[in-house]
């Protein structure tokens, strides 16, 4: 069987391989990605249509809006999709509860106790600074999700499973997962509303008198990174919640 | 209004599955009402926009507005192919949903919701890969149907679900891996991800290219595993009998006719038929290993006991009708594999309604359990009866029709193994759907029969006929296969028109190959 994976990756490889030669040069200013009027449209235009500087997250947020929005579903199923799979109800309060291999006690290191509780409110608000400038710099909801998410993660691993659950419950990061998604979808529901195209954000200066349609632009793609940030952060949570429990939700790892 | 249709469409599932995800948690009778409400709405949308492009010809939505250099934006391109292919996914949505009101109902578990959110994230991936117009957002697509279809599966109660949604992972992963380095092969060369715009770079290259060579290969063989063509099918036996009922019944139909829609899309939009059938030699190749599919799919599915497995085999042969439907490069050939999608969805559908009929009321899991059926269930048998008579391919249903336009094609273009092999491929239907009739009308050992009868009467546990929940949608599918197969006319015409369209499968190209060969 080895042998025949062998086969299949060296064909593989020399399929792509045999295309080579046909490939523009490497940074080649005329090649057809550079030269077609897309990338020239975006390079030209992006700060006449939106004044936004960062035209990765123009392109994400704003002219490929659509696909961003679909990618915020697929990270939402894949939450949900672990909890369909792993998540099981909780055990009657009769039966034997088993105890964990490694009792550890509630007094945790203090050593990491005192560094998470100083690592995490800066890492939450490094995760806001990056959600909330990603139309400016590098950085937008996904990063800014997953950071928010991790300083979650991280306060269920130096505190246990269960501290971190009474903060943040089931029935809460699910809501907000969905909230997410919901803010997203609202800000091209408006657009719809206004009697635009789905997601055609300019319109939505006529909300706000004082906003011109650049700003609302700009702005409506602060408000999807924010959606976006959402979802991703409290799937973060979800995932980690569920695969360190075994889909039980106590005593985790 | 009515120009939003399109993003209607993916909206109403959209929030559908948001809503049953908010509101289910708290109160899981909410789920069934909305998800039923949402797929209606989708249904209603999908039938405006067939009415819509019957009148006005191709929808052009471009989302956010972005149209003055096409190609900047995202692009949702309707012409009467994807509406009818929309349609058909609409409905198969709905009619399942229906059928899974029974599931609600015994669920003890709070795994409700999940499941609807899921499903309806289901049904908006697939319509959503079905009118988009941009090469990558269907890919993205593809990935939102592609997860919710694992998770489904994984949900089935028995273990074998698991090990059986691994592999479909595994394998499906690898086939939208492909596609993706498939598309980033056709943007290095056309410099766009819009599928017009790509087919109008590639007709403007200079001389052959085999980057666009490369990038068709990959995405062939990426859609191939998808769709289950007969090498890489090894996934889809136990993932689509080892799942939930529900499950079975709106995965079964759909994964892989979208898979087909979207080869045959890549071949008339994205690469353009002429370039497709002029500039590779090796078109005919596929059209062998379709044969092979035929035959072995059909073989295959002799061979099984289990009744869901058998159904699961004769999808692979489907799958090889309509691959090689289309490669063959004939006009009537792309008609039949395009009426085929539609067909072939719907019969399955009615095959896999039946099975999980069987299953949830007898506890029918092998063919020989379906032991006097026609006694103990009429009703149901009735409605599988059109399903099984349309697989085989008796005249007034779609089954027939789809099969005779794709002889026609073959013959026309002289791949007269295919038509062989389709041919083969019924008798081997009639075999197969002949022998469940007379387990379930005659009982197994029709001379033993009465010796049984008289001995234990009682042990039997007694069937009762299935609940109308069920037994609906049964005979809605039932009625569409009868309806496709009346209405054929119409809807070729309808199909011809978009081929027409797109300057597809001239006479010129048939003839030349008919020249060489």
């Known amino acids: ?253 | 209004m009515a120009e939003q249709y399109p993003i209607l469409v993916l909206l109403v599932l959209l929030f559908g599955a948001l809503l049953v995800g908010l509101s289910g948690m708290a109160d899981r009778r909410v789920c069934f009402p909305l998800t039923v409400t949402a797929l209606g709405l989708a249904v209603a949308v999908s039938i405006g926009i067939l009415q819509r492009v019957m009148d006005g010809g191709v929808i052009r939505y471009f989302v956010g507005g972005w149209s003055r250099p096409v190609g900047i934006g995202i692009e949702l391109r309707i012409d009467t192919i994807n509406a009818l292919v929309l349609l058909t996914v609409t409905t198969v949505g709905l009619l399942t949903a229906i059928f899974s009101f029974r599931r609600v109902r015994d669920d003890k578990t709070e795994k409700t919701p999940l499941f609807y959110v899921l499903y309806l994230l289901l049904i908006m991936g697939l319509s959503g890969m079905v009118i988009t117009g941009d090469a990558f957002n269907l890919y993205v697509l593809l990935e939102v149907s592609s997860l919710t279809s694992y998770a489904l599966i994984a949900m089935g109660k028995s273990k074998r679900a698991a090990t059986a949604a691994f592999s479909y992972i595994i394998m499906g992963t690898i086939g939208a891996s492909f596609y993706l380095l498939g598309v980033g092969y056709l943007y290095l060369r056309t410099g766009t991800l819009n599928m017009m715009e790509i087919h109008q770079a590639i007709l403007a290259l200079d001389g052959p290219s085999s980057t666009i060579v490369v990038a068709f290969v990959l995405i062939i063989v990426g859609l191939m595993i998808k769709m289950a063509f007969f090498p890489l099918f090894g996934w889809l036996p136990n993932a689509y009998s080892y799942c939930p009922s529900s499950t079975s019944c709106v995965v079964a139909p759909l994964m892989t006719k979208v898979g087909v829609y979207v080869m045959v899309r890549m071949m008339l939009t994205v690469f353009g038929t002429e370039w497709v059938f002029s500039n590779l030699q090796y078109t005919q190749w596929l059209v062998g290993m379709a044969v092979v599919a035929i035959l072995a799919g059909s073989v295959m599915a002799l061979a099984q006991v289990e009744l869901k497995k058998m159904f699961c085999y004769l999808i692979v042969a489907e799958v090889g009708y309509m691959v090689g439907g289309a490669w063959m490069a004939n006009h009537w050939g792309m008609v039949g594999t395009i009426y085929h999608i539609m067909g072939d969805a719907f019969m399955t559908l009615c095959m896999f309604l039946a099975a999980g009929i069987f299953l949830k009321q007898a506890g029918v899991v092998r063919i020989d359990q379906l032991d006097g059926m026609f006694r103990k269930m009429p009703w149901t048998m009735a409605g599988f009866v059109v399903g099984a008579l349309a697989m085989i391919g008796i005249p007034p249903t779609c089954g027939f029709f789809s099969k005779l336009y794709l002889i026609r094609g073959g013959m026309e273009s002289g791949h007269w193994f295919y038509v062989g092999a389709l041919l083969i491929s019924s008798l081997v239907n009639a075999v197969l759907f002949f022998r469940i009739f007379e387990i379930a009308y005659f009982g197994k050992n029709p001379a033993e029969g009465h010796a049984a009868h008289h001995e234990e009467p009682s042990v039997q546990p007694v069937i009762k006929e299935a609940h109308p929940s069920s037994l609906i949608p049964l005979y809605l599918t039932a009625a569409i296969i009868l309806l496709l197969g009346l209405f054929n006319g119409q809807i070729v015409e309808l199909i011809e028109h978009s081929l027409n369209g797109v300057q597809v499968i001239g006479t010129e190209i048939l003839v030349e190959k008919g020249g060489q060969g």
Not at chain 1, 100 to 124: K, S
Request: charged fraction near 15%.
């Open chain 1, 1 to 253: 069987m080895k042998w025949i994976g062998l086969i299949a990756v060296i064909f593989t490889g020399g399929l792509l391989l045999s295309a080579m030669d046909d490939f523009p040069n490497w940074g080649d200013a005329h090649s057809p990605a550079n030269s077609s009027p897309v990338s020239q449209y975006y390079i030209e235009q992006t700060m006449t249509d939106s004044g936004v500087p960062n035209m990765v997250t123009a392109v994400l947020a704003d002219y490929r809006g659509y696909d961003t929005m679909f990618e915020t579903v697929v990270v939402l199923i894949a939450g949900i999709a672990i909890m369909a799979i792993l998540r099981v109800a909780k055990q009657v309060p009769g039966g034997a509860k088993p105890t964990p291999a490694h009792e550890v006690g509630d007094q945790h290191d203090i050593i990491i106790g005192t560094t998470c509780r100083l690592l995490i409110p800066v890492l939450q608000l490094f995760a806001l600074y990056v959600i909330a400038h990603g139309h400016h710099s590098p950085g937008g909801g996904f990063q800014g999700g997953v950071i928010l998410g991790a300083s979650f993660i991280l306060a269920a691993i130096a505190k246990g499973l269960d501290p971190a659950l009474q903060r943040l419950p089931e029935k809460r990061y699910v809501k907000l997962a969905f909230v997410g998604v919901v803010i997203y979808v609202s800000f091209g529901v408006a657009c719809l509303i206004l009697g635009e195209n789905f997601l055609d954000y300019g319109v939505l200066h006529e909300l706000l008198p004082t906003m011109s349609a650049e700003e609302a632009r700009s702005h409506s793609m602060l408000g999807v990174e924010i959606g976006v940030a959402f979802t991703v952060s409290m799937i973060m949570f979800a995932i980690y919640a569920n695969l360190a429990s075994k889909g039980e939700l106590e005593g985790g790892l």
